[in-house]
């Protein structure tokens, strides 16, 4: 999982997990969390079994 492009934390997940769910576990975690403290989400953006990039402002 990346904020704004700089890889802040990695989870191991089933490869065939749906992206919603794949977006709430990325906003959920708790070293992301401390990345968008205070900032709007602009964009999350999946990469099918890659990463998650989300980008705050």
Known sequence: MQVNG???DQVIVPIDIDEEVLKQLAVS???VKKFMDGKAIHRVIVVPQKLVNIVVR
């Open 6 to 8: 700089k890889l802040r």
């Open 29 to 31: 975690s708790e070293r």
